[in-house]
């Protein structure tokens, strides 16, 4: 189960225009019916001139650091990011999803992103060409 905000939503109603025709919201090109390569999107951010300055992985750091620094249960945060837990025996026994908990943070983050628009944050149109 992934909780989404109201931004992400948005964003996957604007994607299903695009990619609707598929099962897949974000599909290879070669083959619909699979998945998009897991490099897709550091090949993206590389021709967007990010080559060596950020990644798709540094956002999922970002997000934990902000959460983390605005006092977030880390509990939750980590079953965000589906970490696995490194403690064996709480392994076994806690299985908590902390879905409400879950879907305050993610809301709090999409807002925060938006309140960073205007700064060094640009919104993205998909519709975009070139």
Same mark, same amino acid.
């Given at each position: ?6 931004? #992400? ?9 695009? &990619?609707?025709?598929? !099962?897949?919201? $974000?599909? +290879? ?24 300055? #950020? ?9 934990? &650091?902000?959460?983390? !620094?605005?006092? $977030?249960? +880390? ?51 998909f519709n975009r060409v070139g």
């Amino acid at each position: 189960l992934v909780p989404l905000s109201r931004q #992400a939503l948005a964003v996957l109603d604007e994607l299903r225009q695009l &990619t609707g025709h598929c !099962e897949l919201l $974000f599909p +290879s090109e070669r083959k619909l019916t699979n998945p998009m390569s897991e490099n897709t999107l550091s090949y993206a951010m590389g021709r967007m001139g990010y080559k060596g300055i #950020a990644t798709p992985h540094g956002f999922r750091a970002l997000a934990s &650091t902000t959460l983390n !620094e605005e006092g $977030f249960d +880390s509990d939750v945060i980590e079953r965000q990011l589906a970490h696995a837990e490194r403690n064996k025996v709480r392994a076994a026994y806690h299985r908590a999803e902390y879905l409400d908990d879950r879907r305050k943070l993610l809301q709090w983050l999409a807002d925060f992103y938006d309140s960073q628009r205007g700064s060094n944050v640009l919104p993205v149109s998909f519709n975009r060409v070139g």
